[in-house]
C-alpha cells in the first residue's frame, strides 16, 4: 500500500488535487471530515471541548458552534493547542481505521491523507510520499476574498495562521504549484499520478526496486541535502533496530558532481538486524537487491567477509536511492562516513574526485547501465583515495563518534 500525504496552504486548491486523486482511484480520507466526525454530539470529543471552552461554544441543540469555538481561539496560542489536544490524536486514530480498512479490500491501493495541517502536527515523515499543493500569496488572498467572502484581514489571518509555504514545502516530496487554471492543476496532478505514484504503488506491492537505464549523467543539486534529510527522518522511525541514517557519497558533497542518485546508509547491530528488518524496509518503499554484496576492501582489512552489507534500492521511479545498509563499527561503515567528512574537508581531494567522475562518465556515457562507470572509478579508490584517506584519519583523529548523523 502507497501513503500519500496531501497538503497545502488554504486556498492553494488542495481540495481539487484531492478530488482528482479521488476520481484518479485512489482512496481518500479526508482529515477535515474526520475532525468533525469525532466531535459530533454524544462523542466523548465534543465534552472534552465543552469543558475546555465552556457551554458557549455549543449550539442550543447541543452540537458544535463552530464559528463561535473559532472566534474564541483565533488570536488565542494555548486555546489552540488545547482543541489541537483534543481533536487531532483522535482524528489520527480515525485515520489508522480507515486506512486498515482499505488495506484490507486492496492491499495494493493507494491511500491519500488530506490533512490541511500536515506539517503543523509534524507528519510529514510518516508517508512514503508528500505532496503540497502551492499558489502565490496574492493569489490565495484574492480566492478567498472573492469566492469564501472574506475581508482582506481576516484572509491575510487565515493564512498566517499556518505554517509559511517555505515551512511546508521544505517537507515535500512534490510541490506543484496551482498559479494558472483549474485544468492546468487537474493536469499537473493526472500526470503525477500517472508517472509517479501509480509505479510507486506497483513496486511496493510487487517489493520491486524502480527501474533504471542509462550510461551515467553527472549533475549538480542544491536540493540534496534536504530530500536526503526527509528519507532519513523516514528511515529513522521505521523501528528502533535502524540505529542511524546518514547521507554519504557523492551527493552529501556540496559542489561535487554526481549521478542524480541519493547514497543513504542505515545503521545497524547485526547483519542478522539487517536482514530481519527487509520487509520493513520493502513495504516503506526500499525493497532489498538479492544477492550478496560487500564493499571493495582496502589493504588495511583485506578480508571481504568484514564488507559484507545489505543493499535496498527505492521503489519510487523518481526519486533514485541507494541504501546502503552496514553494521555499526564494520570497515565499510567507518569508510562511508570517513570518505564522507574527508571530501567536506578538504577542496583539492573533491576537485580530483570530480576529475575522476568526468573522465569515467565520458567513457561510459552511452552504455546502457552505470555499472562500467562505478568499475573505473575502483581503481583511483584503491591507488589514490584509499591511502590518503587513511593518513588523514590518522592525523586528524577522525572517528565515527566524530561524524554526525546528517
Given at each position: 500500500m502507497l501513503r500519500v500525504g496531501l497538503t497545502g496552504g488554504i486556498a492553494?486548491?488542495?481540495?481539487?488535487?484531492?478530488?482528482?486523486?479521488?476520481?484518479?482511484?485512489?482512496?481518500?480520507?479526508?482529515?477535515?471530515?474526520?475532525?468533525?466526525?469525532?466531535?459530533?454530539?454524544?462523542t466523548e470529543g465534543l465534552r472534552e471541548i465543552a469543558e475546555a471552552f465552556g457551554p458557549e461554544v455549543l449550539q442550543e441543540e447541543g452540537s458544535l458552534d463552530r464559528p463561535a469555538l473559532g472566534k474564541r481561539i483565533f488570536a488565542d496560542p494555548d486555546g489552540r493547542a488545547t482543541l489541537n489536544a483534543i481533536i487531532h490524536p483522535r482524528v489520527r486514530d480515525a485515520a489508522a481505521e480507515a486506512e486498515s480498512a482499505a488495506r484490507a479490500v486492496s492491499p495494493?491501493?493507494?491511500?491519500?491523507?488530506?490533512?490541511?495541517?500536515?506539517?503543523?502536527?509534524?507528519?510529514?515523515?510518516?508517508?512514503?510520499l508528500v505532496i503540497v499543493i502551492d499558489a502565490p500569496h496574492q493569489m490565495r488572498l484574492r480566492r478567498m476574498v472573492e469566492k469564501r467572502g472574506m475581508t482582506e484581514q481576516e484572509a491575510r489571518g487565515r493564512i498566517a495562521a499556518q505554517a509559511d509555504s517555505s515551512t511546508r514545502n521544505a517537507a515535500a516530496d512534490v510541490v506543484?504549484?496551482?498559479?494558472?487554471?483549474p485544468d492546468d492543476l487537474v493536469g499537473a496532478v493526472e500526470a503525477l499520478w500517472r508517472q509517479r505514484i501509480v509505479p510507486f504503488a506497483r513496486n511496493i506491492e510487487l517489493e520491486q526496486p524502480a527501474e533504471r537505464?542509462?550510461?551515467?549523467?553527472?549533475?549538480?543539486?542544491?536540493?540534496?541535502?534536504?530530500?536526503?534529510?526527509?528519507?532519513?527522518?523516514?528511515?529513522?522511525?521505521?523501528d528502533p533496530r535502524a540505529l542511524r541514517v546518514d547521507h554519504i557519497g557523492s551527493t552529501s558533497v556540496r559542489g561535487l558532481p554526481a549521478k542524480d542518485v541519493l547514497d543513504l546508509q542505515l545503521t545497524v547491530a547485526?547483519?542478522?538486524?539487517?536482514?530481519?528488518?527487509?520487509?520493513?524496509?520493502?513495504?516503506?518503499?526500499?525493497?532489498?537487491?538479492?544477492?550478496?554484496?560487500?564493499?571493495?576492501?582496502?589493504?588495511?582489512?583485506?578480508?571481504?567477509?568484514?564488507?559484507?552489507?545489505?543493499?535496498?534500492?527505492?521503489?519510487?521511479?523518481?526519486?533514485?536511492?541507494?541504501?546502503?545498509?552496514?553494521?555499526?563499527?564494520?570497515p565499510g561503515w567507518q569508510y562511508a562516513l570517513a570518505f564522507r567528512d574527508w571530501?567536506?574537508?578538504?577542496?583539492?581531494?573533491?576537485?580530483?574526485?570530480?576529475?575522476?567522475?568526468?573522465?569515467?562518465?565520458?567513457?561510459?556515457?552511452?552504455?546502457?547501465?552505470?555499472?562500467?562507470?562505478?568499475?573505473?572509478?575502483?581503481?583511483?579508490?584503491?591507488t589514490f583515495a584509499s591511502p590518503r584517506l587513511s593518513s588523514w584519519r590518522n592525523d586528524v583523529g577522525w572517528s565515527p563518534a566524530r561524524s554526525r548523523p546528517s
Open positions: 492553494a486548491g488542495k481540495s481539487l488535487a484531492a478530488s482528482v486523486l479521488q476520481e484518479l482511484g485512489a482512496v481518500l480520507i479526508d482529515a477535515d471530515h474526520l475532525a468533525r466526525t469525532v466531535v459530533e454530539p454524544g495494493g491501493a493507494v491511500v491519500v491523507h488530506d490533512i490541511p495541517l500536515l506539517v503543523e502536527t509534524g507528519q510529514e515523515d510518516s508517508f512514503h506543484l504549484v496551482n498559479s494558472g487554471s537505464r542509462g550510461g551515467p549523467v553527472l549533475v549538480q543539486d542544491a536540493d540534496w541535502p534536504r530530500q536526503a534529510a526527509l528519507l532519513a527522518r523516514r528511515l529513522g522511525r521505521l547485526s547483519l542478522r538486524d539487517a536482514d530481519d528488518l527487509s520487509g520493513s524496509l520493502a513495504r516503506a518503499g526500499f525493497p532489498r537487491l538479492p544477492g550478496s554484496w560487500q564493499d571493495t576492501p582496502t589493504a588495511e582489512v583485506p578480508q571481504p567477509e568484514k564488507w559484507q552489507k545489505r543493499l535496498h534500492c527505492n521503489a519510487d521511479p523518481e526519486r533514485p536511492v541507494n541504501l546502503h545498509v552496514r553494521v555499526e563499527g564494520s571530501l567536506r574537508s578538504n577542496s583539492d581531494i573533491t576537485a580530483a574526485y570530480a576529475a575522476e567522475k568526468e573522465r569515467c562518465a565520458a567513457m561510459h556515457r552511452e552504455d546502457s547501465t552505470t555499472a562500467g562507470y562505478a568499475a573505473c572509478k575502483e581503481d583511483w579508490f584503491t
